[in-house]
């Protein structure tokens, strides 16, 4: 049994399988929403999984006139250009923070920090313009060392957020209108009986797959 203000109706022109992603990117839409970016702010993601990607994609939606993605995965960096990065950057060959300062004149409006990672976390904070904003996305199993100077010093500010509150409705038109591509992410659907092997193992084993739905 569901209470009633927790069931969202889907738009007509919507599939189960979109109604199965609105939860994502519910995320994603939140973590931008609760941010300061505005209408031809500059930002980066850091991290181009599935909801980086969803990041990139409903910062577009805000209106974000510039979006780099840094991501170490060649298949997710494509994915983030189809998803509509502007450029992205391979952190494994480029110093991200001297790339992201080249590309926006000194520095991001808003960055988004989806990686869960210490050494991209600091590279979120440097990447940041003075009084720039910095919002971490991604749930920590550990503690992380900064340095406060690189936020003092910058006067940058630093924004957590968790999971999203009433925006289904929005994430569903959002997805309804087509500025939430979300069928590209689904890499493959799978019966129950395959979650072990063509699930959980397929998504550890190969940072290509993105969302794996699973039918009952």
């Not at 939860?23 to 209408?39: D, F, G, N, Q, W």
């Not at 110093?95 to 080249?102: L, P, S």
């Not at 060392?145 to 509150?165: F, Q």
């Not at 890499?187 to 993105?210: H, P, W």
């Amino acid at each position: 049994m569901v209470k009633e203000h927790m069931v969202h109706k889907l738009a007509d022109n919507m599939s189960y399988e979109q109604g199965a992603l609105v939860e994502p990117a519910a995320v994603a839409v939140h973590a931008v929403r609760e941010s300061k970016l505005k209408v031809g702010d500059t930002c980066v993601v850091f991290g181009a999984g599935p909801i980086g990607l969803l990041a990139i994609q409903a910062a577009k939606a805000a209106g974000a006139s510039c979006i780099l993605a840094v991501e170490v995965s060649e298949g997710r960096r494509r994915m983030a250009l189809k998803m509509g990065a502007t450029s992205i950057i391979n952190p494994l060959q480029e110093n991200a923070v001297e790339e992201v300062r080249r590309r926006t004149e000194g520095g991001a409006d808003v960055v988004f920090e989806v990686t869960g990672v210490e050494a991209c976390l600091n590279q979120a904070i440097q990447s940041a313009k003075t009084a720039g904003q910095v919002v971490i996305v991604s749930i920590w199993e550990k503690t992380a060392a900064i340095h406060p100077n690189t936020l003092v010093l910058k006067e940058r500010e630093i924004r957590g957020i968790i999971a999203y509150r009433n925006i289904f409705p929005q994430v569903i038109q959002l997805i309804s209108d087509g500025k939430l591509q979300i069928d590209e992410m689904i890499s493959k659907k799978i019966q129950l009986d395959d979650v072990v092997k063509d699930g959980l193992e397929a998504l550890t084993n190969d940072k290509n797959n993105l969302k794996i739905l699973v039918s009952p």
